[in-house]
């Protein structure tokens, strides 16, 4: 049993929750929480390591028993070193160190989310959440958008890393890997509303940072601009909630032009 937060597995695990450059440099990342590390067994993924406390419930016990019996590395720890290695306030009795090897992209695709600069983690995770919900082939990060693999957005994605494509792209790279889909960019000031777009062809969908929206290389980019048309008197809505829109509309008349 780890006693100690001074043990070189927790000092590990530390850093990587705490630095994207540790978490590059080792192509490790972290979950935690029942839930989450169940979301993890049951897409396949094989933890480097699982630490847990003694006070898992049946439901834990039966997790770190299948990881047991996959030759997983596990070891029990104190609740203060499993406080110390978590991110969380209060913790939920296991965490797994996790090889970093996104989903590779669909040889083709027609339904891909590109966000633009976004950098609140829970708005990124959430969006990476909607974007699996939504049937998204994956989503393409652009320089200076949060790290996907931060413990935040990890949480708020809710298992979307385990069954959604996320790349980080140079913005050479998005317009290679986009170059045979419709671009449409959302905006406030798009002159088409996202019902009168067609998002039955392939496509892909640009969604701006929460401050000043598509930047430059999106306006590049772009083959056509939406806006989400709101009542009067409303700003703006944030990343996660115009992605979401945006997302389930192209689901929405996709799945209204098939034949029943």
């Known amino acids: 049993m780890i006693s100690s937060a001074q043990n070189p597995k927790i000092k590990r695990i530390r850093l990587l929750q705490t630095q994207t450059r540790s978490r590059k440099k080792e192509a490790a990342f972290v979950v935690e929480g029942i839930r989450l590390v169940e979301e993890a067994?049951?897409?396949?993924?094989?933890?480097?390591?699982?630490?847990?406390?003694?006070?898992?419930?049946?439901?834990?016990?039966?997790?770190?028993?299948?990881?047991?019996?996959?030759?997983?590395?596990?070891?029990?720890?104190?609740?203060e070193v499993l406080k110390a290695a978590s991110d969380t306030e209060t913790p939920q009795g296991i965490l797994a160190v996790l090889p970093?090897?996104?989903?590779?992209?669909?040889?083709?695709?027609?339904?891909?989310?590109?966000?633009?600069?976004?950098?609140?983690?829970?708005?990124l995770?959430?969006?990476?959440?909607t974007a699996q919900a939504a049937g998204a082939n994956g989503l393409l990060l652009s320089p200076g958008t949060a790290d996907p693999f931060s413990p935040k957005v990890v949480r708020a994605g809710m298992g979307a890393h385990f069954r959604l494509p996320i790349l980080n792209c140079s913005w050479e790279e998005i317009n290679l890997i986009?170059?045979?889909l419709t671009i449409f960019a959302s905006d406030m000031e798009g002159d088409t509303r996202i019902w009168d777009a067609d998002f039955t062809q392939p496509l892909a969908l640009i969604l701006g940072g929460e401050a000043h929206g598509p930047g430059e290389h999106s306006r590049d980019l772009a083959d056509i601009w939406v806006n989400i048309p709101m009542s009067a008197g409303s700003e703006s809505l944030n990343a996660a909630?115009?992605?979401?829109?945006?997302l389930f509309e192209v689901l929405r008349q996709r799945t209204k032009s098939r034949p029943s």
């Open 41 to 79: 067994f049951q897409t396949g993924q094989v933890p480097e390591l699982v630490i847990y406390t003694r006070d898992l419930d049946e439901r834990g016990e039966q997790l770190v028993g299948r990881f047991h019996e996959k030759k997983v590395v596990c070891e029990e720890v104190s609740q």
């Open 100 to 123: 970093l090897h996104p989903l590779a992209l669909p040889a083709e695709c027609d339904f891909l989310m590109i966000a633009d600069e976004i950098r609140d983690p829970g708005n």
């Open 125 to 129: 995770g959430t969006l990476l959440r």
């Open 178 to 180: 986009t170059n045979n």
């Open 241 to 246: 909630a115009a992605g979401a829109i945006l």
